[in-house]
């Protein structure tokens, strides 16, 4: 009986293992092509309507099914994360018309599903959104007609989230330790953008992130001049402090700081989940005097 039972749990861990590695090498490829063209709208094929809710969004989140080949019923229970408005819930396979049933056995109703991709490829993409609010605490029933291509299913979630980078670890472990690549610290030079390579291993959080590992910040560096001329940006309070420093050498001058910045892309574990998120304000783009 012992023996039954080891080897139960064997399989099971075997099947869990398995879905993680099918759903890491999925996402991952997302992530990928996300890099590749640039932007999170170019990476997708969506239609109009449904990449307009994708303009807010800077988290994707994936869960993948397993489905047998005789399974012509298959329940999906909607998930929700805390302090995420999700925007978009996406449907993957490779079925071509895909039917749900909503409600109580008896009392059930049964719709069809409206494609959203403009792909052409054999995989296609549903939108599941609508149902979120009415339905989140019961299962959603795909009716399949048609075997599932590699025994599997996708959702992904398409989100919006104000999570900081650094809430789901404590900064303390710091180990201090730094590459720098800043070209010159000469205070004599002018206001400019310098390259700052910075490595997510030197945290302690940087183990939960796979890529980047590494990847150019850039600092702002150097002094403002006066007085201070449209090409540094300058603020009103800038201009303002640059002209009392000019006619009296003295007081506080404006300094020389990001004035405009991107996001990066980045993957890595959410407790057990592979995630893509995009960070705001962590890629210097340019620099001025404020």
Known sequence: MLFHVIIISIVIGLRVILALENQSETIIDFYNKINAYGSLLKATSFDLNTQSKLKNINTIRMVSYEVSNDTSLFGIQIKRNLNEEIALIELQCNISNVYIRLGKYGRHRIYRLSTISQSTSTMHSYDLTNLLNKYHERTIYLLLKYPIENHNLSIFY????????????????????????????????????????????????????????????????????NPLSPQYYPSNHAILLSLLHSQKDYGQQPLCVPVRLKPLCLLYYDRDELVIKYHRDMIVQECGCR
């Open 158 to 225: 398409y989100s919006k989230s104000n999570k900081n980078l650094f809430s789901f670890s404590t900064t303390k472990n710091f180990k201090r330790r730094f590459r720098r690549t800043i070209l010159s610290s000469n205070p004599s030079l002018t206001c400019a953008k310098h390259e700052y390579e910075i490595d997510f291993n030197q945290f302690s959080f940087g183990r939960w992130i796979l890529q980047p590992k590494r990847f150019n910040a850039y600092t702002c560096s150097g002094s403002c001049p």
